[in-house]
């Protein structure tokens, strides 16, 4: 009794230790992704903004999903990653086209859809049940 009792106490340690792992690393890579995309919005939305400028920074912020995308990939479902997917190179079509109205509505879809990942994966009781 007392070694199926230690057994169930270690796996439900293992779950718990590995969900903050994952959690931790999914608020990190949102709030990474958000902040690029948000920055890269305002600088849309000023009117004397620099095209090269911009297209660096949607660079930077796709380069950070490539590099995140990996590791989200083994606990998030694989729809989900391709929605941001989509979106990432939606915004970088609207770029080279100069569609900055279709960009911003694009980052901000984006946007939208990491802040989902994030609530979706939370751990809390709504979730759960």
């Known amino acids: 009794m007392l070694k199926e009792t230690m057994i169930c106490i270690v796996i ?5 230790f590995g969900n903050n792992m994952t959690q931790n690393y999914t608020k990190e890579s949102v709030s990474e992704l958000s902040s690029g995309l948000i920055s890269l919005r305002e600088k849309v ?4 903004m620099e095209d090269e400028t911009i297209k660096n920074d949607a660079e930077n912020v796709y380069k950070q999903w490539e590099k995140r995308h990996g590791k989200l990939a083994y606990y998030i479902e694989h729809d989900e990653l391709e929605k941001v997917e989509t979106e990432l190179i939606g915004i970088k079509s609207d770029l080279e086209t100069e ?4 960009l911003i509505i694009g980052i901000d879809r984006s946007v939208f859809i990491l802040k989902h990942i994030e609530d979706k994966y939370a751990f809390n009781l709504e979730n759960i049940f």
């Open 12 to 16: 439900i340690i293992s779950i718990v």
């Open 99 to 102: 569609d900055y109205e279709e």
């Open 45 to 48: 939305s000023q009117e004397n």
